[in-house]
């Protein structure tokens, strides 16, 4: 894949305002990628398999890894999008950054676009 | 203080007196008695019930009753080999053949029986036997070697296990049995008559209705036997299995009571005619005149003086039941309740197919109740008609339904629903579906293992278990309990159904298979269970299903868990671990010297595997082509050490260096690494293959394990090591290397295709109905049918390898993911980082701790590389 002039382009808002990440097509329906920020903090960029675009830190809370870009989506059965984190599989709604499997615990989301 | 407690002794340590000593340990008593016990064999308690099978590969030690540690564990004092000769009543004590005398306030005899030899003329000569202990079939064995004739005197029921043995050991054998027909105490004529053809048809010679009048001896050994027809035959090994008597020695001796025919008289409490004695087992007469030569009846008074000795209320013991299933030389027989019809007014209800060896008759009353029956054959129903015996209901069904063979149009085979409650469903353990029921409803059980431990039912011959799974999950269900066995809130279908719709309508991708056969709403995601279990099913089917081989191709590429996706094990850090395949353990120094230049080179963390191989630590995403492609051209491939799949066929050194070793056991294991490498599994698989019996590989704690025999290989199934560490099963022997790599494709093939998720060997088999026999039956014998067509899957599956990470250097569409950050290629994760420890590094956790601790490191002033300006020149 080659990124043609035409290709959209995905955006994350930070302090630094709309930054680039990559091109839409990059991203693999049902995964992630990290995102390096400005300020050195990183972001996990998803997309879903309805197309759908979600950002949210790439910290797991649980361990301190920049993982959750790489955890498998997943959707409850009353349709929440979640990313699963690839070392102890705590599940986090992308769309709110609410931990499902244990209250208390929210990691941040970040605003995405695709232009 | 120890010396004030009374001193319980126990003589003999068979399976009664373990079951006896359990029994004491779970009453609670274990401590408030000085135990010692007096053994004459040299071994503690072992399984005699299950001593045949010593000859298809079970050891001395794994027929050993206790788990290690018991006796030390309750403090008891066991004394091997020191037998007692004598018995003081008016003493109270005790004295050893080695002539140690010990003093009781409780003397418990557990002697058990002896085997019958009748008097006949040569009894004594070399080569005659009999079949009771493991030093007896050792010496079977021995002897066989250099036999080619073997005769049984005894056609009953140990008698047909003695001839199976001697079948299975190569000889011509023969079975001697006085009545008009084989188990003259459980079966029928009719009976008698199925059993005898198909025991026939499978070579053993059957002679009925003549009695042995002298074994022929010339030389002091054993060479034929003359019969009371007159007629002779020529055999080199005779084995006695004439019945049993009980050993009530010591007891007559001293005075005690015993019966006219033998054994330890005892009252309803197992008490004797000395108060201070009480006799269980094999050694004691009942108050119904009988001795009982079952183990369950045994174990019934075993508990039952323990539980006295632990001051608890007990049932009088006023007899047993007989019935029994067993398998003889394959064949399937049980006999249960009133078998010969001898209640006043019984009915016959019969069944009798002899093409297939099949006889089942019922007794019942003229209402239909179930007195007794008899079961060759086909004893599948023996579990539920068992314990509907002698409750006086009439059946649920009509009689004659129950008789037919499955598939017959009126056929019907009976589930727990149709016992009553008091119906006695484990009859080892005397549990009750009653005990079961309340298992579930008040002890929270909510699985058949949980059930077994809770209440012991079908921890001894197994017959019942498939009953209580049914029992289980009935009342599971009553109780509102939702047994969901569907592999996620995606599907309700087991792993192992999803595999045969893959197959079956060659569904190539996780999206039509959730939109066609998913419970979940439209245009759901899926989730994390079945993405990573799907994509193996596809995976291991790939070449059947024409999809890509590839795990990281399409659709695929997103399924995978983290370590798939990266081909490589994600570790506490973030970081990645790498593991290059070492077939078999056996590795040049060249190759050596790379693994240690690329981890010196790349800062990597090195140690040595339990499955010989060497893992590198602390790779980051970007790292790994990098490491890989150093690997590859040295001739390293995948080790698959991130996949559910085939991970290492340890070796010993086998007979190339080894004094011992018979057979080459690092070419072996070379082999079979090289022929599964790859292959998708629903749990990881481990293999070993050790040179000879002394096994230093450890060949039967894996999956599959195989260990050299002069003769060839044998093979050994459902091994695990870890936190539920199993002993592997044996599956066949003596296999030459054509035999064994069949052998392991079908059994392989056919693990992949029925197991669950995350179900290793061992669990599975322990779980699927009919155990290893059943997978013997499938995988050896090919009972389904299906062996072609497993062989030839795993043939696809060979002939499609292909090394993965070769594969993805040379693909740079694969290669893209190998970034740490999507927006700036080429900059590693400043999370990533190491401090020392031995002279090597280990991940800095303490930077994970809070982002800000990550932040402050990348402050310009401290961090190698300050993120914003970096991402400034990425752009
Ligand atoms: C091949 C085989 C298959 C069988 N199959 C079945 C089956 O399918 N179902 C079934 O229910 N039963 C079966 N049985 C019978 C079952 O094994 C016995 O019922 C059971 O072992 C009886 O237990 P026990 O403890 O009374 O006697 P044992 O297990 O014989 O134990 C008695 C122990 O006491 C020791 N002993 C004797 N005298 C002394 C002494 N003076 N001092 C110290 N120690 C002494 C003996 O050496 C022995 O170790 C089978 C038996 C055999 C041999
Ligand atoms: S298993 Fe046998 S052949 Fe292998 S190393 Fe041990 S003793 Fe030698």
């Not at chain 2, 309740?337 to 197919?353: E, I, W």
């Not at chain 2, 295709?753 to 014998?781: C, K, M, P, Q, Y």
Request: hydrophobic share 40%; proline share 5%.
């Amino acid at each position: 894949m080659t990124a043609t002039a035409t290709a959209t382009r995905v955006e994350l808002l930070s302090a630094a305002g709309w930054s680039p990440v990559c091109d839409w097509d990059l991203l693999v329906p049902g995964r992630g990628v990290a995102v390096l920020l400005p300020d050195g903090r990183q972001a996990a960029v998803f997309r879903d398999g309805s197309d759908r675009l979600y950002a949210v830190d790439n910290r797991d809370p649980f361990t301190g890894a920049y993982v959750l870009s790489r955890g498998l989506l997943g959707s409850t059965s009353d349709g929440r999008v979640y990313v699963a984190s690839p070392l102890l599989k705590q599940r986090f709604d992308l769309a709110t950054g609410e931990c499902l499997d244990d209250e208390g615990v929210r990691i941040a989301v970040h605003a995405a676009r695709s232009v | 203080m120890t010396t004030t407690k009374p001193t319980l002794l126990l003589v003999g340590y068979g399976m009664v007196g373990h079951r006896f000593l359990e029994a004491l340990a779970e009453a609670g008593a274990a401590a408030r008695y000085r135990v010692v016990v007096l053994a004459e064999e040299p071994r503690p308690a072992y399984d005699r019930v299950g001593l045949t099978s010593y000859f298809s590969g079970r050891s001395a030690d794994d027929l050993l009753l206790a788990e290690e540690g018991f006796t030390d564990r309750h403090g008891f004092e066991v004394h091997l080999s020191s037998p007692a000769v004598s018995l003081d009543p008016a003493a109270r004590t005790v004295t050893t053949a080695a002539g140690r005398t010990l003093s009781y306030d409780t003397l418990v005899l557990a002697t058990g029986s002896y085997p019958f030899v009748p008097p006949v003329d040569g009894r004594d000569a070399e080569g005659c036997f009999v079949y009771r202990t493991i030093e007896d079939l050792q010496a079977i064995e021995a002897y066989a070697a250099g036999a080619r004739v073997g005769a049984v005197v005894g056609g009953g029921l140990l008698g047909l296990e003695a001839a199976g043995a001697l079948k299975g050991l190569g000889l011509e054998t023969h079975v001697v049995e006085f009545a008009p027909r084989l188990m003259p105490v459980q079966v029928d004529e009719a009976g008698g008559a199925a059993l005898r053809r198909t025991i026939e048809s499978m070579g053993v010679v059957v002679h009925t209705g003549i009695g042995t009048k002298a074994i022929t001896v010339a030389d002091g050994r054993a060479v034929g036997m003359s019969f009371t027809d007159d007629s002779e035959l020529a055999t080199d090994l005779v084995v006695f299995s004439a019945g049993v008597r009980p050993r009530d020695q010591l007891a007559r001796e001293a005075g005690l009571a015993v019966g006219e025919r033998g054994g330890i008289a005892i009252d309803e409490h197992c008490r004797t005619s000395d108060p201070h004695v009480f006799a269980i087992g094999e050694c004691a007469l009942a108050v119904d005149g009988r001795v009982y030569g079952l183990v369950a009846p045994g174990y019934e008074m075993a508990v039952s003086v323990a539980r006295q000795l632990a001051e608890q209320a007990v049932q009088p013991f006023t007899g047993a039941d007989l019935s029994t299933k067993l398998k003889l030389l394959g064949v399937d027989v049980a006999s249960f309740g009133d078998a010969f019809g001898s209640t006043p007014g019984s009915l016959d209800v019969v069944y009798s197919d002899s093409r297939s060896g099949v006889y089942k008759k019922l007794v019942v009353t003229a209402e239909g109740a179930l007195l007794g029956g008899i079961l060759v054959g086909d004893a599948s129903a023996y579990a539920t008609l068992r314990p509907l015996t002698g409750t006086g209901r009439p059946l649920p069904v009509p009689a004659e339904s129950l008789v037919l063979p499955a598939g017959a149009d009126t056929a019907v085979s009976l589930g727990g629903s149709a016992l009553p409650d008091d119906a006695v469903v484990c009859s080892c353990n005397n549990v009750t579906k009653g005990t079961i029921r309340a298992a579930v409803t008040d002890h929270q059980c909510t699985t058949v293992p949980e059930v077994k431990k809770c209440t012991r039912a079908g921890t001894n011959c197994g017959s019942c278990v498939k009953l209580l799974g049914t029992i289980v999950a009935d009342e599971l269900e009553a109780s509102g309990v939702e047994v969901d066995r569907g592999l996620c809130p995606c599907f309700a279908h087991t792993r192992a159904e999803l595999y045969e719709i893959v197959l079956v309508k060659r569904i190539s991708t996780h999206r039509r298979l959730l939109a066609e056969h998913g419970r979940a709403p439209e245009g759901s995601e899926g989730c994390e269970v079945c993405k990573p279990t799907v994509a193996s099913i596809i995976a291991s089917l790939a070449p059947v299903l024409e999809a890509s081989g590839h795990i990281l191709d399409g659709e695929q590429g997103a399924l995978q868990d983290t370590n798939d996706h990266f081909l490589a094990n994600l570790q506490k850090n973030g970081s990645y671990s790498v593991v290059p395949r070492i077939p078999g353990g056996e590795i040049t120094p060249d190759k050596l010297i790379v693994i240690g230049e690329v981890a010196k080179e790349f800062g990597l963390y090195t140690k040595i595997t339990g499955g010989q191989r060497i893992d590198l630590f602390g790779a980051s995403v970007d790292q790994l082509p990098m490491i890989w492609s150093r690997l590859v051209a040295a001739g390293f491939e995948s080790g698959h050490a991130y996949g559910k799949s085939l991970r290492t066929v340890k070796s010993c050194v086998g007979s190339t260096w080894c004094r011992y070793g018979v057979q080459d056991s690092v070419a072996m294991a070379i082999q079979l690494e090289l022929r599964y490498r790859g292959l998708r599994s629903p749990h990881k698989l481990k293999s070993a293959v050790s040179g000879c019996a002394r096994e230093c590989a450890e060949a039967r704690g894996k999956d599959f394990g195989v260990i050299a025999t002069t003769n060839g290989w044998n093979l050994y199934v459902g091994g695990n090591g870890g936190a539920t560490p199993r002993h592997a099963d044996l599956l066949a022997q003596d296999l030459d290397d054509e035999q064994l790599v069949r052998l392991i494709d079908r059994f392989l093939m056919f693990y992949i295709r029925t197991a669950d998720r995350l179900e290793r060997t061992s669990t599975w088999l322990e779980r699927i109905e009919g155990g290893l026999d059943h997978v013997r039956e499938v995988v050896v014998e090919d009972s389904l049918g299906i062996a072609d067509e497993l062989e030839a899957l795993m043939a696809r599956h060979i002939g499609d390898y292909q090394d993965e990470w070769a594969a993805t250097l040379a693909d740079p569409d694969r290669m893209r993911r190998f970034v740490s950050f999507v927006n700036a290629p080429g900059v590693p994760d400043p999370s990533i980082r190491f401090v020392p420890e031995r002279d090597q590094v280990k991940p800095d956790l303490v930077l994970l701790a809070t982002e800000e601790q990550l932040l402050a490191a990348l402050d310009p002033d401290n961090a190698p590389f300050p993120a914003a300006r970096i991402l400034e020149e990425a752009r």
